[in-house]
C-alpha cells in the first residue's frame, strides 16, 4: 500500500472557488507585480513572526540569497551553516559572495549542533545560518547567545518552518533574518515559487527591498547591483488565501504526525524525535528524508 505525503489536489478542492475568484480578478485588473495583495502578504508574516519587516521575494532560495547580500561580505568571509540541508542553503552563502563554514549536526533532530558553533566560528565568520530543518526549529536562545558573544547575524533558513515554535519562539523570529520558501510542497506553499524574507532591522530590510528589483529604490535608478527577485501578485493572492487555513493544517500534519508515531511504538521503527519546546510541523515528512 503506499501512502502519499501531500495530496495538493485535495487541498485545492477545499479553496478553489475563493483562490479561482481571485486569480480572476487579477487578470481583470493587470496588476500583477508588487500589488496590495503582496504587502498583505508581507505584513501578514512579520506580524505571525513578531518582526517589523516583511519582504516578498520570488523564491525561498533567493531569499537566503538576499540575506546574504545584505551582509555585503567581503573576500573570506564565513557564514556558518549545517551541511545536511537542501542545496540552496550553501549555493545562497557562495552566489552572494561569502564561504559556507560547516557545523555537525545532531542525530535525532539532524539540526546543526549549537553547542559546537564556537569551535568553527572565526574572525572571518559574518553571520550564522541556522536551518530549522523539516519544520523543527533549532534552539534560538543557544543560537542568539553565540551570535551576541561573536557580535554575528543570524540569518534563519525557516523554508520548511512557517509557523513552527520553540519555547513560544516563532520560525523567523529571532534572527536579524528569517527566510521563508512558498514553494508548493511546502506547508504553506504557493501555485509555483515564491519567498519572503523577514528582517529587523530597518535598513537591512531596505537592502533586500531595493535588491529585489535590480538594486534601485527609484524606476531605472539603480543604486547597486541586486537580482530580479520579487513576489507576483497571483502568488501573493493563494499564499493570503491558504494563510487563513495554516493554524489548521498545521494542527492536522501534526496530529497524522501522532499517528504514526504511537502506531510505530513498540516496533523497530525509528520515529522522528521532536524536541522538548518545539512544535515540530513536519514529523512525517522527516521520517522519510532521514530512512
Known sequence: MSVGMLNLQAQFRQIREEVLAEVTQIFETQSFILGSRGKGLEEKMAALAGVPYGIGVSSGTDALLLAVMALKPKAGDEVVTTPY?????????????????????DERTFNARADQLESVVT??????????????MVDPAKWTAVAKKHNLLIIEDAAQAVGA???????????????????PTKNLGGAGDGGMVLARDENLAHDVRINRVHGGKDRYYHDQIGICGRLDEL??????????????????????????NDGLTGTPAVTPFE??????????RSARAAS
Open 235 to 260: 502568488q501573493a493572492a493563494v499564499l493570503l488565501i491558504k494563510f487563513k487555513h495554516l493554524e489548521t493544517w498545521n494542527k492536522r500534519r501534526r496530529a497524522l504526525a501522532k499517528l504514526y
Open 275 to 284: 524536541e522538548p519546546g518545539a512544535v515540530h510541523l513536519s514529523s512525517i
Open 85 to 105: 540541508t537542501f542545496f540552496a542553503t550553501a549555493s545562497s552563502i557562495v552566489r552572494g559572495g561569502a564561504k559556507p563554514v560547516f557545523v555537525d549536526v
Open 123 to 136: 574572525p572571518r565568520t559574518r553571520a550564522l545560518m541556522p536551518v530549522h530543518l523539516f519544520g523543527q
Open 165 to 183: 515554535t520553540f519555547n513560544g519562539v516563532v520560525a523567523g523570529g529571532f534572527g536579524d533574518f528569517g527566510c521563508f520558501s512558498f514553494y
